[in-house]
């Protein structure tokens, strides 16, 4: 089983026994290819996750693309309402 660097920090916090679980339900994941659309790479509660998210799920063999794109005023307005 893989294991992270960074995951690994929360075991004071967690336990061994909730990572174990974390690394359990994680193993048949390896390999999983994901896309991460977003319309901004910095700011923003989704890309603050990514950066964060990302480099775990990159030391479980989880495969990330994050790609940015660009969006027209109403859509980024449409967007926007989506998530308040």
Same mark, same amino acid.
């Given at each position: 089983?893989?294991?992270?660097? &960074? &995951? ?5 916090? $967690?336990? !061994? ?9 994680? !193993? ?8 991460? $659309? ?7 509660? @989704?890309? !603050? &996750?990514?950066?964060? &998210?990302?480099? @775990?799920?990159? !030391? ?22 989506? @998530?308040?």
């Amino acid at each position: 089983m893989k294991r992270s660097t &960074l &995951l690994d920090r929360y075991k004071p916090f $967690v336990g !061994e026994d909730l990572l174990a679980q974390i690394y359990q339900a994680a !193993e048949p994941l390896s390999g999983l290819r994901i896309l991460h $659309v977003n319309t901004t790479a910095q700011g923003g509660g @989704v890309a !603050e &996750l990514l950066h964060a &998210l990302i480099p @775990v799920m990159d !030391e479980l063999g989880i495969i990330n693309t994050w790609q940015v794109i660009s969006l027209d005023d109403t859509s980024n307005l449409f967007t926007a309402h989506l @998530v308040d």
